[in-house]
């Protein structure tokens, strides 16, 4: 087998797949001498909210504001209060966790499932307290998270349900429990399917565009999508300076907001979502079907509707050997993550916390490149390595 340079996740070459698109919508911006609050701004908005399925959709700064401004938000409407718990699930990136913590409300980590990597809807309920008021599921690694029995506990306990989708840009949900967005208007997005996508399953998401997410802008950029039209007005307000009119300020607000240019390069690349997002489908086929290691093991397999590949994962118990073995060969690998939350220095107050199956998926878990641009020939070289890996 002939050696091959593949890194994790080539940027500019994922840019150039749009390139002449991206460069025509960046420069008729820099043409136009508008920077901010603009129809670029506006129009994305508005291609999101159609594309999610929401009535609503609030660009904002990065993913991490786009969290903390929905849970701000509730606070200042009265849903959320100082000391209110918030289940999430233990083994998200940091960000979930810090839109918790800096409003003053308090994370209850919930387990993932070994098999999905995603939040255990089993484990939930015995985690809800009379404190609890909301839970934040995460679609993490591009996977579905939301379960009809997630969506029942938030009704039972009349909790809000927030989703961390910053990594599941045009996944989709196949709980039966939920409503069918009307797609008459968006036949421009080929909806092949009349499944509700994520970020339009509960009260509201937040959404990140850091260059990497499947839907990545050219520095940061973030959103909220929500149907709730009092939330969406006071996360508008807040994210400008707290201002409900000009200089008129209802809240002590932020600046957070979705500038002219990403929202242009956004909005070129939103128009080629589903198409990146099948081509991430066949590398992660192509994976499933060929990787035959003993000692890696792949997530279960989800319908490609509810997973759009953000990353790869694999779980082996030597994991740093896997990760050295296949830099050796060329493949570039990340973890995702090292750390989980809980074990982190700035959370030493959880650190007592004893989180079996997050500390394992920390411990063993690998990512492998997965990108539109990537080759059948890149996955094959990848999956026969893996498959030569020996401990
Ligand atoms: C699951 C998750 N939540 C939140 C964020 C925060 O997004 P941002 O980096 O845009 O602040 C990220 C990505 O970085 C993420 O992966």
Redesign the pocket.
């Known amino acids: 087998m002939k050696q091959r340079d593949i890194s994790f996740l080539d940027l500019k070459s994922v840019t150039e797949l749009h390139g002449d698109e991206i460069r025509s919508a960046i420069n008729k911006v820099v043409d136009s001498g508008w920077y901010l609050h603009g129809e670029c701004t506006r129009q994305f908005e508005e291609d999101f909210a159609k594309y999610i399925g929401t009535k609503y959709c609030i660009g904002v700064g ?3 504001e786009a ?1 903390s401004l929905i849970l701000r938000a509730y606070k200042e409407l009265g849903k959320l209060k100082d000391g209110d718990e918030v289940i999430v699930p233990a083994n ?2 940091i ?2 966790v810090l839109a918790i913590t800096e409003n003053n409300l308090i994370p209850v980590f919930a387990e993932p499932r070994l098999d999905t990597l995603v939040i255990d809807d089993s484990a939930v309920e015995a985690l809800i307290t009379e404190r609890t008021r909301a839970i934040m599921i ?1 679609h ?1 690694y591009g996977r579905c998270s939301y379960t009809t029995r997630i969506g029942e506990l938030c009704n039972k306990h009349n909790l809000l349900l927030i989703e ?1 989708n ?2 599941a840009h045009g996944c989709r949900s196949n709980s039966s429990s939920h409503r069918s967005i009307s797609e008459n208007d968006s036949s421009f997005f080929i909806p092949h399917s009349s499944f509700p996508r994520t970020g339009s399953l509960g009260h509201a998401a937040g959404h ?3 260059p990497g997410k499947n839907l990545g802008a050219m520095g ?1 950029g ?1 959103a909220v999508t929500t149907d709730d039209l009092e939330l969406a007005e006071a996360i508008r307000s807040l994210g400008n300076y707290g201002s409900s009119a000009k200089y008129v300020y209802k809240y002590k607000g932020e600046n957070s907001r979705l500038d002219e240019l990403q929202a242009a390069v956004l909005d070129v690349k939103l128009r080629h979502l589903d198409e990146d997002n099948a081509r991430r489908q066949q590398i992660a086929a192509h994976y499933y079907d060929n990787i035959s290691n003993p000692h890696v093991t792949l997530p279960v397999r989800l319908p490609d509707a509810n997973n759009v590949y953000h990353i790869f994962p694999v779980l082996c118990e030597e994991r740093d050997k896997l990760q050295s073995f296949l830099k050796e060969r060329g493949i570039q690998t990340l973890i995702h993550y090292p750390v989980a939350p809980h074990q982190q220095e700035c959370y030493k107050e959880y650190s007592h916390l004893s989180l079996p199956v997050t500390e394992r998926i920390h411990r063993e878990e690998l990512s492998l490149p997965m990108s539109p641009s990537l080759t059948i020939d890149d996955a094959k070289y990848v999956a026969e390595c893996i498959n030569e890996f020996m401990l």
Request: glycine letters at 12%.
């Open positions: 990065n993913g991490l969290l998200t990136f960000a979930s995460v993490l961390d910053a990594q990140s565009f850091y940061d973030g």
